[in-house]
């Protein structure tokens, strides 16, 4: 137990109470970039390997984006489906809104069942801060967009 324990400590975990599209109570992405998903009926459960990131928008959907820069998200009913290619990094922010900045090093919005919309080029970085307002590293210098 002290071995399980010491390694969840090291993952990062969303909790995903509010979620229409899986039935967990935290999600977890540990050291192997392997996916895992908790819930008190059935324990841990894993349902993917090979993920760099994950995040988990305002409506619920787990968005992940694995080691080939690909953003998948993740229904229950239809499992996986694929987004879009060549995005370098993903992030939420405090208002639930997912951000993907792709290999052109242009920023986008997603929203699931609408599409992308436009945000700015040039962004080398993204990050969101502990009060979840979203950063962009542009030209050397960060600057608030959310």
Known sequence: MAAKAQILSKCRIRHSSQSTYFDAVALTLNQSDVLWTYSTASGWTEIAAGLQSIDVDRTGTLYTLNQSD????????????????????????????????????????????????????????????????????VNGAWIKLS
């Open 70 to 137: 690909v953003l998948w998200t993740y229904s229950k009913t239809s499992g996986w489906s694929e987004i879009a290619a060549g995005i370098q990094s993903i992030a939420v922010d405090k208002t639930g809104t997912l951000y993907a900045l792709n290999q052109s090093d242009a920023l986008w919005t997603y929203t699931l069942g609408v599409g992308w919309s436009f945000v700015r080029s040039s962004v080398q970085s993204i990050k969101v801060d502990v009060t979840g307002s979203l950063y962009a590293l």
